[in-house]
């Protein structure tokens, strides 16, 4: 709109300045872990919305995303029923360097984080500059939460320093008051809705064959053994359609998981396919008639849940947990006990016989994956960076 001079009128606001970010994460960006998921997708979103981006990251290989500061070596340990790496230390006088050639105006720190990297990063940062966290876990045991607990202690100086604190789901919210004793609101984890839903079926799965599908570690936790033992029952069944079991993914259950396919003659029926890379993950999702989430505990949300729903082709079946009931909560039905291979089995057989029910299922998922999309979660978070930074830049 133009005043009677012809100049652009006064009262026209202009766009707001792109931001500069940094996403804080002590562990590598290397594994194709739930969190590195998070990270990355938000990260490359933000750079395509005109926003600068450095990751600020623990010791990590990779050289195919701009900007990635590794400040620090990791050491490998077992957390919350996986591996993973935390920082050794960060020196002090490299993250102050890092600070002061680079004028962030948010810091986006995936916590719990450690007292040796991510809290010398917080505690170091320019008081102009905002401090955003977001809460990714939920305890897998007893231990986990007592460890929490004293990290929480550790971590007091660098909380005070936040400015706001999300949690990807309400069980990790749940955890973070009970361990941490913050309170977050939450906005959830993101997918590349569109990237999912474009794939297209692998050839040697396009057939008339059903294909149940699992893609995970092959961890106890996360239930591959509980799906082979329902393949087994389904196995004494001979009124179902014909179905095969692909299982996606490596892991040290692996020697104990071929053993017990032997053991109960399931060679014909089930394919171990190893580690699938990210690039080929969302063809097999869109292989697959129904995929199957067995994880007994630990998970804060459910990335995988919603990642084969874009798909647009599987019925979403997942293990009654926190962190996947948070994601199935629309449709209850779709949960099994992760403890009983009897409820799976019986689970299965009912989306195997009813095609019905397989597509309408599928149908919901795919528009329902649809909100946690990459663009329209980081839209809501841009808002949250600007509140928090008009705040801490106020007069």
Known sequence: MRNSIGKPSSNMAEPPKPLTVGLVLDTSLDPPDGVQQYVISLGEWLRAQGHTVHYLVGQTERTDLRNIHSLSRNVRVKSNGNWTTIPLYARRRDIRRL??????????????????????????????????????????????????RILGWWLRPSLRRFDRILSVSPAAARFAKKTFGIETNVLPNVIDWRRFHAARPLPQYDDDVLTILFLGRLVPRKGCRLLLEAAAELCK??????????????????????????????????????????EDKPR????????????????????????????????????????YRSVMEPRPELLFD???????????KKYLLGAEERRAAAAWGMNYSRDFDTATVGRELVKIYR??????RQP
């Open 284 to 323: 097999y999702y869109a292989s697959a008639d129904i995929a199957v989430f067995p994880s007994s505990g630990g998970e804060s949300f459910g990335i995988v849940l919603l990642e084969a729903m874009a798909g647009g082709r599987a019925a979403v079946l997942a293990g009654d947990n926190p962190g």
């Open 99 to 148: 600070l002061r050639r680079i004028d962030f105006d948010v810091l986006h720190v995936q916590t719990p984080h450690h007292p040796l990297m991510a809290q010398r990063i917080v505690l170091a940062a320019d008081r102009r500059t905002a401090v955003i966290g977001t809460f990714h876990i939920a305890a897998y045991s007893w231990l986990e939460a007592v460890g929490a």
């Open 387 to 392: 509140e928090a930074l008009r705040k801490r």
């Open 237 to 278: 069944d001979h009124d179902l359609p014909r179905f095969r079991v692909v299982i996606c993914g490596k892991g040290p259950e692996a020697p104990q998981l071929e053993r017990f396919i032997r053991d109960n003659r399931l060679t014909e029926l089930v394919e171990m396919v190893g580690f699938v890379s990210e």
């Open 338 to 348: 992760p403890t009983s291979p009897k409820a799976l089995a019986g689970q299965l």
